[in-house]
Nanobody, 123 residues
Framework: QLQASGGGLVQAGGSLRLSCAAS?????????MGWFRQAPGKEREFVAG????????HYGDSVQGRFTISRDNAKNTVYLQMNSLKPEDTAVYYC?????????????????WGQGTQVTVSS
C-alpha cells in the first residue's frame, strides 16, 4: 500500500528526493503521512510528517532546516526533499501513514508502513 523510492548513494552536501506512492484508500484516509529512518544498530527515528491538508508539518531536530516534506494529494504521493545531506543521514528511510495524527512524531501512531529505501551519504 506504500511504496517508497528515490534512495541511493550521494556525497555529503548533496541532495536526494524520496517519494512514497500510496494506494488511493490508504492515502485518502490518512490524517498524516510521515517519514522515519533507521540506521544499523539504532532505533527508528522520526524524520518528518505532513497532515492531509498540508497545513501542519513536523520535523525531527536533526533534519530541521535541511529536509522538506510535502504531499501531492492528486497523485497520492508524499515527498521528502533532502538537502545538505550528511553521513549521519545514512539509513533506511520508511514512509508511513496514520489514520489519526495523535502523536505525529511517534512510530506507534502510524498504521501503515512502506518497505523502506536505502539512503547512503558518503563523506
Amino acid at each position: 500500500q506504500l511504496q517508497a523510492s528515490g534512495g541511493g548513494l550521494v556525497q555529503a552536501g548533496g541532495s536526494l528526493r524520496l517519494s512514497c506512492a500510496a494506494s488511493g484508500r490508504t492515502f485518502s484516509s490518512s490524517a498524516i503521512m510521515g517519514w522515519f529512518r533507521q540506521a544499523p544498530g539504532k532505533e527508528r527515528e522520526f524524520v518528518a510528517g505532513v497532515t492531509w491538508s498540508s497545513v501542519s508539518t513536523h520535523y525531527g531536530d536533526s533534519v530541521q532546516g535541511r529536509f522538506t516534506i510535502s504531499r501531492d494529494n492528486a497523485k497520492n504521493t508524499v515527498y521528502l526533499q533532502m538537502n545538505s545531506l550528511k553521513p549521519e543521514d545514512t539509513a533506511v528511510y520508511y514512509c508511513a501513514a496514520a489514520n489519526r495524527a495523535t502523536y505525529p512524531t511517534r512510530a506507534y501512531t502510524y498504521d501503515y508502513w512502506g518497505q523502506g529505501t536505502q539512503v547512503t551519504v558518503s563523506s
